[in-house]
C-alpha cells in the first residue's frame, strides 16, 4: 500500500466547511466490498463543476475518525476526463473506512458524496457459475435469443467472463453488478441468433479468474425439448397411480360383499340341523259331514314327509 498522510484536525469543523457549496460532486460505487488483496477503483464525476481532475484530492475517513489523505500517485483520470479515479492496490484493512473526493473550488473544497470501502472474508474457493436460458423461446427467425451467464462467489473485478458458440469468442454486454450482494454477482449477457438457437448450437460461458479458477458450462436448445417428455411421462405416471387405487378399491369392495352371510329358506317338510321339523305353512284338513248319519270325525293324515 502507498504512504499516505493523515490529518490531525477536528473533523466536524474540517467537513463543515468541505460542504458549504450546494453543488454534487458524484461519487460511485457508493459502497464496495471486497477481498483482503483485491484492487479498487473508485470514480468521481465532476462534469457539473466544470473543473479538471487535477484540483482533486481524495481522502479517507477511517473507522478511527481518523481523515486521511492519499498521494497523488493513487490518481488517474478517466478517458473521459470529468472522471477522476482513484485506485487502492492490494486493499487490506486498512483500507476500510469513507472515501471522499473533494474539488479546490476557489478557498474551499466542494465534497463528494463519499463511497463506502469493507473488507470481507476470503471467499469460498470454488464459484458458482449458472447459464439461464429462456424456457421457451417463439420468436421470428430474425429475432435474438436472450442466454444470460450469472457468477457468484467471487470477486467481480478479478473475474473475467465471457462467451463462445461453436468455439468462436462472441462479444457480450456485462451488466451493472449487483453491489447489494456480497460479493457482487457477475452477469453477462448474450444475445443468439434465434436461428443459431434454433439448430441447436452449443453456447458456452466461460469464467476465469486471477487466482487460477476457471469454470464454464454449455447449454443448447435441445436441452431444453426435453422438458415437456418429462412433464408428459410424469402426466402418464401419476393417471396410472389414480387407477391402480380405484381398481383396488373396487375389488375390495366386491371381496366384502362375497363374504356378506346369505340367509337359508326353509320350506315345508324341510329339517333343521336339528332334525326338527320346518314347517312354514299351516296345514288344514277338510271335514265333511253327511246328511243323515252322523259320522265320526276322520284322522288327520299322516305326516308323509
Not at 222 to 247: D, G, H, K, N, Y
Request: neutral net charge; proline residues 7%.
Amino acid at each position: 500500500m502507498h504512504w499516505m498522510y493523515s490529518f490531525g484536525v477536528e473533523l466536524p469543523f474540517f467537513l463543515a466547511h468541505l460542504i458549504i457549496s450546494g453543488t454534487v460532486v458524484y461519487q460511485y460505487p457508493e459502497t464496495l466490498t471486497v477481498t483482503e488483496g483485491t484492487n479498487v477503483t473508485f470514480q468521481c464525476d465532476i462534469s457539473e463543476m466544470l473543473g479538471e481532475c487535477t484540483y482533486i484530492v481524495w481522502m479517507q475517513l477511517g473507522p478511527t475518525k481518523k481523515l486521511t489523505l492519499w498521494p497523488q500517485e493513487t490518481y488517474s483520470i478517466h478517458t473521459r476526463r470529468t472522471i477522476c479515479l482513484l485506485n487502492i492496490l492490494n486493499a487490506d484493512k486498512r483500507s476500510e473506512g469513507t472515501f471522499y473526493c473533494a474539488m479546490l473550488n476557489g478557498a474551499m473544497f466542494i465534497l463528494g458524496n463519499g463511497s463506502v470501502l469493507t473488507i470481507s472474508e476470503t471467499l469460498n474457493p470454488y464459484p458458482y457459475l449458472e447459464v439461464l436460458v429462456p424456457v421457451d423461446w417463439h420468436g421470428g427467425p430474425s429475432s435474438l435469443v436472450p442466454l444470460l451467464c450469472l457468477v457468484s462467489g467471487i470477486d467481480p473485478s478479478q473475474a473475467r467472463v465471457y462467451w463462445e458458440v461453436e468455439g468462436n469468442f462472441q462479444s457480450s454486454e456485462r451488466l451493472p453488478e449487483i453491489w447489494s450482494e456480497k460479493p457482487a454477482s457477475v452477469r453477462v449477457q448474450l444475445l443468439v441468433p434465434s436461428h443459431t438457437w434454433a439448430e441447436g448450437s452449443e453456447v458456452t460461458c466461460f469464467l476465469e479468474s486471477n487466482h487460477g479458477v476457471k469454470m464454464n458450462k454449455t447449454v443448447r436448445r435441445t436441452e431444453m425439448t426435453s422438458r415437456p417428455l418429462v412433464f408428459l411421462a410424469l402426466s402418464l405416471a401419476s393417471v396410472c397411480i389414480l387407477l391402480s387405487m380405484v381398481l383396488i378399491i373396487i375389488t375390495l369392495y366386491v371381496f366384502k360383499l362375497r363374504q356378506k352371510p346369505r340367509i337359508k329358506k326353509l320350506y315345508p317338510c324341510e329339517y333343521n340341523k336339528d332334525r326338527s321339523e320346518g314347517l312354514t305353512e299351516v296345514q288344514y284338513a277338510s271335514l265333511k259331514f253327511g246328511a243323515r248319519r252322523q259320522r265320526p270325525l276322520p284322522e288327520p293324515p299322516a305326516n308323509t314327509c
